[in-house]
């Protein structure tokens, strides 16, 4: 009902506008915006049966442009209200109750307003649900994105330490792997040649300083050192 309605109004009002200057004038041409406004009107009524509410809206409001009849801001109203655009519906049915306060439809178009004041708040509800259900994604997305860098620098920082200690493995089995082959490459200090040389020449040290003694504190032995020789022993009395 409420599309059909709109169209009887509008044509109403075309049909009185147009038919008084009509007769006042007689057969004399039409006002050329009333004209316009018919077209445009004409046009509009077609879109809104087909439900292309928005092209019938643009026509409308050209229609309303053309010639200011309150007729077509009901119209106007009636296609915000079915684009479910009720602040805009809500509107355009006040302005058209307050340029046609004796308007015939008043009952039904207090009606459309109330109906769109709760569709309204109804949408308006709805948004600010949906509002807060994205802000409240938005927040646990960031938790989760904080999370998870979290998570990846405990991971960056472990596999330092782990990559840490692995060096430090690495230099005491490198440290480790030298000493023993500078082991094996170098013999015990017993088994080098020097060693056995120092120790033979301090034993024969060792043994001439015995034989040395033991003739120094006989003193029935002399000691002759003639020359060229290693010397002699000459023992007093024999």
Request: proline letters at 4%.
């Amino acid at each position: 009902m409420s599309r059909v309605f709109p169209t009887l109004l509008a044509l109403i009002a075309l049909l009185a506008a147009w038919s008084a200057p009509a007769r006042a004038q007689g057969n004399d041409d039409a006002d050329p915006a009333l004209e316009q406004a018919r077209q445009l009107f004409q046009e509009a009524e077609q879109q809104y049966r087909l439900g292309k509410f928005a092209a019938a809206l643009e026509l409308y409001s050209k229609a309303y442009e053309a010639k200011s009849f309150p007729a077509f801001l009901f119209n106007i109203g009636q296609c915000h209200r079915e684009l479910k655009e009720h602040e805009r519906a809500i509107f355009f049915y006040r302005s058209y109750l307050r340029d046609e306060p004796a308007a015939a439809n008043r009952e039904v178009v207090e009606q459309l307003i109330a109906d769109c004041e709760v569709a309204l708040a109804a949408q308006q509800a709805a948004a600010r649900q949906a509002e807060a259900e994205r802000k409240a994604e938005a927040e646990r997305q960031r938790q989760a994105e904080a999370e998870q860098r979290r998570a990846e620098q405990e991971r960056l920082r472990l596999e330092q330490e782990r990559l840490a200690t692995e060096r430090l493995k690495a230099a005491a089995a490198a440290a480790e792997a030298e000493r023993r082959r500078q082991e094996e490459a170098e013999p015990p200090v017993w088994e080098t040649w020097w060693f056995w040389t120092a120790i033979g020449g301090g034993a024969v040290a060792v043994a001439g300083a015995i034989t040395a003694g033991v003739l120094l504190s006989d003193p029935g032995t002399r000691e002759v050192m003639p020359s060229g020789s290693l010397g002699t022993l000459d023992r007093r009395g024999e």
